[in-house]
DNA sequence: GGTTGCTCATTAGC
DNA sequence: CGCTAATGAGCAAC
């Protein structure tokens, strides 16, 4: 791997020649198999089944499934069935200010459920409108007097599993005192991993590639919540990544398990992953550690090695002109201890490397990519590429490093050139084609959000003006109990049991530091203006604005759409719905039929529809209509699809009596640049008109119901 | 804000 | 089948 070297001298592009003390080529032979189908057939794996290039939005070809990602309607059934929302620590059932030592697993009761409080009757806290019946996302968490303890919190899934708190690892720290295990398996059952059979386990499909880097991240997400909130640093697992990865390992929940050449189904190119382990889970690259993937295949009478995949780990914006080549270092020559350094040897990877250039095979390449927020790395699936020469080069400590350059299979679709491309919109070197407008919110939002049209000749969408938040005339509602605020004078921080915000969140904040949603509650409490935290507090998200870069574009057939040039993790916060407050209660319903820019939270949402009960699940979630068409934001242009990568959240923020419902767009997954943004505008209810003002939708999705509001 | 140190999980290969 | 060596990312503390 070119990082072990402790140099960079690949990321130059081409040969730095000034580090290059001693070059010798070794060979740059022409493939021995031209036609590389026919020369691999000797292969002793099972060849891959043929890679379909499927576009997000469709169409989709038989045996091509889309991956719908959050909740099928199924799944509330299962919470249904229990009379009790399956909520995994984060549900409908939000459980009171939990003190901090109540995730311990109780280790003195035979069936491992603490004593369960009684339940108390809820409170209304907005009295705004029968729509809320008795639904607990109406109910202020305060006044909830549920205290589960974590077992509780799966227990409606899992209520013959297993309670013994598995030891693991160096476990023992306060820190493994929940119970992972029924987390996990609250997540699995919910996502029917329960069920999951070695077809999949060895062939993925988008579904199943979909369906396990969702529970990975919100897994993961969720553990990193739980550690963070216990205020404690020492002596528990701080990478809650590889605890999430080994936990699905465990229980078999993997796909694409078997080592294959070429490009792995389920997976496109250009899809991006944040952490080595998700490129493991789905068969992408397999070494949780190593950058080169290689297995043993059969060639006539005896067994090589050849490469299956890389990860090169260079910075974008120094790796050379030509985007289709990457001149890769070989593995090994570090001694780890001390960084000492010695030859690389043609063993391992190199190897294998060398030998997938003589049999000319596909080798998939993982760019990583150092990601500007944070210290962490962005990996981009940049499809295939052929290795083309090697040679052996001195490093500065004078030992022989292996070089190999890899180019990329052309026809592929774009990948990682395109954050190239972007990065050059952004720093000036190159200009967007097809903008019309650089920044249709006139300075509003503190980044630009392009108008682009590279489709056809219009010129842009009706006139509107921007605003960045939403515009009431009347409080959403009014709290009997004047909230004063948190007390947080530098920002709200997780396991201060003394902040009031966080209490109403359950004892636990809703962001990361990063600005994540941890977990997918239907209602988070944001600090307000009586809190004393700074407005970069983090517990503030959606009231900071736009933090990514957006733009508004022409799709082929749907209008105008939203997508952005920066890659969107899951549980990213991408913007508030903003507008006019058209309805706040029960009552007509204005003019909604005739704006195609409305907003509508009343509408039954697949989400939210998990952690209710079904007989209630026909209700309206939240009685509140927003109309961006003439005040608005880049929300409104953001187009329905039937399977979405983003979805809305109510936000409240409270001022003395009055209480603002605001609405928050998270990503679902992680959203590669340029990717349409769309989020799953829900069904009208019958009793708000349903039924009217059907449109036929083009979302593309085979899930796709064939029309939408 | 760069650097350093620590630890982790997976798998090839014996 | 069980064990071990090889591999580098991610994070936190400096």
Redesign the pocket.
């Known amino acids: 791997?070119?990082?072990?070297l402790g140099s960079d001298s690949n990321h130059h592009g081409p040969i730095d020649k000034s580090r290059v003390l001693d070059v010798k080529p070794l060979r740059c032979l022409v493939p021995v198999f031209p036609n590389s189908s026919q020369g691999m057939s000797s292969i002793s794996t099972p060849q891959p089944s043929p890679f379909v290039c499927v576009p997000p939005s469709g169409p989709f070809p038989s045996g091509v499934q889309p991956f719908y990602p959050f909740l099928s309607p199924n799944d509330s059934q299962n919470g249904a069935q229990q009379n009790q929302p399956a909520n995994f620590g984060f549900g409908g059932s939000i459980p009171a200010p939990v003190p901090l030592n109540s995730f311990r697993t109780p280790t003195s009761h035979a069936n491992g459920v603490t004593g369960r409080p009684k339940r108390v009757p809820k409170t209304r806290a907005f009295g705004s409108g029968s729509a809320a019946g008795d639904d607990d996302v109406y109910s202020d968490s305060q006044n909830q007097s549920d205290q589960y303890t974590s077992a509780d919190m799966a227990d409606t899934t899992n209520s013959g599993k297993q309670r013994g708190r598995p030891k693991?690892?160096?476990s023992g720290g306060p820190g493994e005192d929940f119970d992972v295990e029924l987390l996990v398996n609250g997540f699995l059952t919910l996502f029917k991993l329960k069920e999951f059979d070695d077809f999949r386990r060895t062939n993925g499909d988008k579904d199943t590639v979909g369906t396990i880097l969702l529970v990975f991240d919100m897994l993961r997400r969720r553990l990193t919540q739980l550690e963070e909130s216990k205020g404690v640093?020492?002596g528990i697992?701080?990478?809650?990544?590889?605890?999430t990865?080994?936990l699905?390992?465990?229980k078999g929940v993997r796909t694409n398990?078997t080592?294959r050449f070429g490009h792995v189904p389920g997976i496109e190119v250009g899809d991006i992953f944040?952490?080595?382990?998700e490129l493991?889970l789905v068969g992408l690259h397999?070494?949780?550690?190593?950058?080169?993937?290689?297995?043993?295949v059969k060639v006539t009478m005896d067994e090589e090695?050849l490469a299956v995949s890389i990860?090169s780990?260079g910075g974008y914006d120094d790796d050379g002109n030509d985007s289709d080549v990457i001149i890769y270092s070989g593995?090994?020559?570090?001694q780890?201890r001390d960084?000492q350094m010695f030859d690389q040897k043609l063993?391992?990877?190199n190897l294998a490397l060398e030998k997938s250039l003589h049999r000319a095979n596909d080798v998939r390449v993982v760019r990583?990519i150092k990601d500007i927020v944070?210290?962490?790395?962005i990996?981009v699936y940049d499809g295939v590429y052929k290795i083309q020469e090697s040679w052996a080069e001195k490093n500065k400590s004078g030992c022989n490093v292996f070089k190999y350059k890899l180019v990329r299979v052309p026809g592929q679709a774009e990948a990682f050139s395109i954050w190239k491309s972007i990065q050059q919109w952004k720093d000036g070197t190159a200009t967007r084609p097809g903008v019309i407008i650089p920044d249709l919110t006139s300075g509003v939002e503190s980044l630009p959000v392009a108008l682009v049209n590279d489709v056809d000749g219009e010129k842009g969408p009706a006139h509107f003006t921007y605003v960045s938040a939403l515009r009431y005339s009347q409080p959403f509602s009014n709290n009997n109990k004047p909230f004063s605020g948190c007390h947080c004078l530098g920002g709200c921080q997780p396991g201060d049991t003394n902040c009031l915000c966080s209490h109403r969140n359950d004892g636990v904040l809703s962001y990361s530091s990063v600005g994540l949603l941890y977990t997918s509650k239907n209602l988070v409490h944001e600090c307000g203006p009586t809190c004393s935290c700074p407005p970069n507090c983090r517990n503030r998200l959606s009231q900071s604005g736009v933090k990514i870069r957006l733009e508004v574009f022409k799709t082929k057939n749907r209008g105008w759409g939203l997508r952005s040039w920066d890659p969107i993790r899951a549980g990213g916060f991408i913007c508030e719905f903003a507008g006019d407050v058209v309805k706040v209660t029960d009552g007509d319903f204005v003019n909604a039929n005739d704006d195609d820019y409305i907003f509508d939270a009343t509408r039954y949402y697949e989400p939210l529809e998990l952690v209710r009960d079904s007989n209630k699940s026909k209700k309206a979630p939240f009685p509140l209509v927003v109309s961006g068409k003439n005040n608005g934001n880049v929300a409104r242009f953001m187009n329905h699809s039937c399977s979405p990568n983003v979805y809305w959240l109510p936000v409240l923020r409270e001022s003395n009596n009055d209480v603002f419902m605001h609405i928050a767009f998270f990503a679902i997954r992680h959203v590669p640049p340029m990717q349409e943004l769309t989020y799953d505008y829900g069904i009208v209810m019958p009793e708000n008109g349903g039924d009217g003002g059907k449109k036929k939708c083009l979302c593309g999705s085979d899930k796709c119901r064939g029309y939408y509001y």
């Open positions: 791997m070119e990082q072990g693991r690892g160096r640093t020492a697992a701080r990478r809650p990544d590889l605890k990865c080994n699905l390992m465990t398990n080592k944040f952490f080595r382990m493991c397999a070494p949780s550690m190593a950058g080169i993937d290689y297995m043993s090695p990860v780990s593995q090994g020559g570090v780890r960084g063993e391992r990877g990583g944070g210290n962490g790395k990996y």
